[in-house]
């Protein structure tokens, strides 16, 4: 008599069903996959390679082990690069929070004309990035620039934003400050959300409106603030396009300043890979980059759990 062997524990055939499911799943996620595959995986693994190389886009690859990475290590230009980077984040990433929850603050008050308010704060946003990098170049302008002719009618002589290397950072970092608006709007709907009768209840109790703000606000759109935290951190630490359109892709105000000021950690590595063809150094550079917003960003994420509070987890 034929013995039928039943599967084993645990398992479950897939029905015919299932399987077709299954496949039609796999169909319409390839175009991601391969996408992933093409444009994302496939360029790290090779510049992961290219980083233990000496090469010049002309001749093959010649394998030079960890040279690349002991010449990062010790070059002046990329410890400059990067301390400028560092320095643009440390100041960049607190005023953008700071500025966009107390405009989210006030836009919660507005009313009925909230939405007209939240799309003039988005609007920048939308804006291209090399159009805001010339629009600020004009702005900062030191004979001619609006900031200063608005300064000039206070008394104020408004300084060399764009050739004095001790106010070029602060000059990008206040056009930065141009695309807040996706942050002013993530503060805004987690303040929407945050439930009334918690403030009613803190009230009741004789909590002022500081206290309700640091008790009940903080610790409810704690998540919010940590995820614009991570997002703005790791911008920041990319940033390239309108730095770069403002001193490096105008020959003018190249010229007129010592660059060095300007100089951001991207910038760098693009100067190196497209300008002078090192893309065994740039790629190198490129992993560094990696590695420490990966490190900045494990370090945030283990400090979150003490100060973010998710609603209806057990503390």
């Known amino acids: 008599m034929a013995t039928v062997t039943a ?3 645990g398992r479950r055939r897939r029905t015919p069903l299932a399987r077709r499911e299954a496949r039609w799943a796999y169909l319409f996620l390839a175009p991601w996959i391969i996408g992933f595959l093409v444009f994302y995986a496939g360029p790290m693994i090779a510049s992961l390679w290219l980083s233990f190389t000496e090469y010049d886009v002309i001749n093959p690859p010649e394998y030079t082990g960890l040279d690349n990475y002991r010449e990062l290590m010790s070059d002046p230009a990329v410890a400059r690069s990067l301390g400028n980077t560092v320095y643009y984040t440390a100041l960049h ?3 953008v929070m700071l500025i966009s ?3 989210a603050l006030l836009l919660k008050r507005v009313g009925r004309l909230q939405g007209f308010f939240r799309t003039v704060f988005y609007l920048p946003v939308m804006t291209p990035a090399v159009a805001v990098g010339i629009l600020f170049l004009l702005l900062l302008n030191t004979q001619d620039g609006l900031i200063n002719r608005t300064l000039g009618l206070v008394g104020i002589d408004g300084p060399s934003w764009t050739t004095d290397p001790g106010w070029v ?9 141009w695309s807040l608006g996706s942050t002013v709007i993530i503060y805004l709907a987690a303040l929407q959300n945050v439930p009334r009768d ?11 409106a500081w206290a309700r703000f640091r008790s ?7 998540g919010a603030l940590f995820f614009t935290l991570i997002v703005n951190t790791i911008a920041s630490l990319q ?7 403002m001193y490096f892709g105008n020959r003018e105000t190249q010229n007129s300043f010592n660059s060095d000021a300007a100089t951001f950690y991207v910038i760098h590595l693009f100067q190196e890979a497209f300008q002078f063809l090192h893309m065994g150094f740039a790629s190198a550079m490129a992993w560094l980059l990696f590695v420490i917003i990966l490190i900045i960003t494990l370090v945030q994420v283990k400090l ?12």
């Not at 918690?198 to 002022?208: K, M, T, V």
């Not at 009940?216 to 704690?222: A, D, G, H, Q």
């Open 101 to 103: 929850l107390g405009l």
């Open 93 to 95: 990433v607190p005023l």
């Open 7 to 9: 599967p084993a524990p």
């Open 169 to 177: 950072m602060p000059g990008i970092i206040l056009m930065s400050l």
């Open 216 to 222: 009940v606000t903080l610790p409810m759109i704690s």
């Open 198 to 208: 918690l403030y009613e209840a803190a009230a009741i109790d004789g909590a002022g």
């Open 239 to 245: 940033m390239f396009t309108e730095v770069y359109t």
């Open 304 to 315: 979150s759990n003490r100060f973010v509070y998710y609603e209806g987890e057990d503390k």
